[in-house]
């Protein structure tokens, strides 16, 4: 590259007469400036390349531009529905491994092999396309929407994000391990996936394990985590009963990990103190027919629990605690 600035002066135009000494010092200047346009064009450290950071590790992602603020201004109580058409979404995108495996091939590590789908919950999207969303879908045992905004916290900052960052953090640390990452939806898309889509995306990779990223919007003074469980359903389209065993040590050993990584208790509102609870409405669970579960990190309309979400070093501490859990599952 070149530079033209305060600090450096273009050479001057020929005077028609110069000394031996003022001939000297013109070459001079002149092949040290020819040596450092040389060395900015092919030779600089801190260009482009050597700056860029993983968005994987970034604690605000990309989606936290405009969407994603206005988003936050229509927070609405957290839910699953379900979808009767797909939501549109780039080529490829429910297969990406994450920007730090090009390819999609993971590293060697003792996961090697073995295939992860995250599911962040809703979409920065979601409140643009309303009509999308609210259609119904099956669920198996009956008919829900596509999706839900989400809630927010009091601020604004909303569970489309968190969901987003704590689910790029993770796809890093189950890299490191070796496991191939997959994701329902990136930020890529501008609504969606359904629940539907997003079990069937789970389904079609025969996962390992899937699990689906979320924050509460319950009331304040409700606080902790707990981890969603599929109950045993045998109706329509859904049949749990093959993965209820499996999603249910899934879904325990995430909760003990969860605690031990991030000092958060299990919810004091749901669950009975175990962090765990037992669910049969929601969709995403219904019609897996891999080992599932949710995982709600804390209630964001609490302010306690909110300091906690909105930090990224938590944020950190909550990916890694789900990862142990995942690591510890699939490993046995």
Known sequence: MSYVGPDFEPPQPRRPRRGPMTVTLAALVTGALAGWLVWQAVGDPGGPTGTAASSS?????????????????????????????RSPSPSGSADRSGPSSAGGAAASGPLK?????????????????????????????????????????????????????????????????????????????????????????GNDAHADAVVSIH?????????????????????????????????????????????RATGSAPSNYIGGGTGLDVRSDLGGLNLSTVPKVFIECGNMRDSKDAALLTSGAWREKAA???????????RG
């Open 57 to 85: 590790i970034s604690p605000t992602s990309p989606s936290s531009g405009p969407a994603a603020s206005s988003a936050s201004r229509t927070p609405s109580a957290s839910g699953t529905g379900g979808e009767n058409r």
């Open 320 to 330: 890694r605690g789900i990862s142990e859990g995942i690591v510890g599952f699939l």
């Open 113 to 201: 092999g073995k295939v992860v789908v995250v599911d962040p919950g809703h979409n920065p999207g979601n409140f643009q396309h309303a009509a999308d969303i609210n259609r119904k879908v099956n669920i198996g045992t009956n008919s829900k929407e596509c999706d839900t905004t989400g809630t927010s916290t009091n601020a604004g900052y909303t569970e489309a994000r968190f969901t987003l960052d704590v689910a790029r953090r993770l796809r890093t640390l189950l890299q490191q391990e070796g496991a191939t990452v997959k994701f329902t939806q990136d930020g890529d898309r501008p609504w969606g996936p359904c629940v539907d889509e997003r079990a069937r995306i």
């Open 215 to 259: 924050a509460d919007g319950s009331a304040a003074g409700n606080r902790g985590f707990h981890v969603i469980l599929p109950a045993s359903v045998h109706s329509g389209a859904a049949d749990t009963r093959p993965i209820t065993a499996r999603s249910r040590d899934l879904g325990e050993r995430i909760a003990g990990n969860f605690v």
